[in-house]
Nanobody
Framework: VQLQASGGGLVQAGGSLRLTCAAS????????MAWYRQAPGQQRELVAF???????WYADSVKGRFSISRENVKKTGYLQMNSLKPEDTSVYYC?????????WGQGTQVTVSS
């Protein structure tokens, strides 16, 4: 399984970004799809995941601001990030597998300026 993340960038606080994770190989619909993030000097943390049946989970720090989704036909997952805060600044990684953590994609940098 190969994962390609995109959509990161520099945004002002209060702004929005949409991250995309395109998968190749594997059976996308059989795998949980997740986003993790890692800020400098900190451990990688789970931000959100969407199950094979569409159920979602969010870290408390992003609940109500981020939305995760998936399109199985396109083998693509998304993370819509609204009301961004400077503390959301991190490298964001997509991840997929039968259980988490699974396969890792390369990260995409998200920087939120105050």
């Amino acid at each position: 399984v190969q994962l390609q993340a995109s959509g990161g960038g520099l945004v002002q606080a209060g702004g929005s970004l949409r991250l995309t994770c395109a998968a190749s190989g594997g059976i996308f619909s059989n795998m949980i799809m997740a986003w993790y993030r890692q800020a400098p000097g900190q451990q990688r943390e789970l931000v959100a995941f969407v199950s094979t049946r569409g159920g979602t989970w969010y870290a408390d720090s992003v609940k109500g601001r981020f939305s995760i989704s998936r399109e199985n036909v396109k083998k693509t997952g998304y993370l819509q990030m609204n009301s961004l805060k400077p503390e959301d600044t991190s490298v964001y990684y997509c991840n997929m597998g039968r259980r988490l953590p699974g396969y890792w994609g390369q990260g995409t940098q998200v920087t939120v300026s105050s």
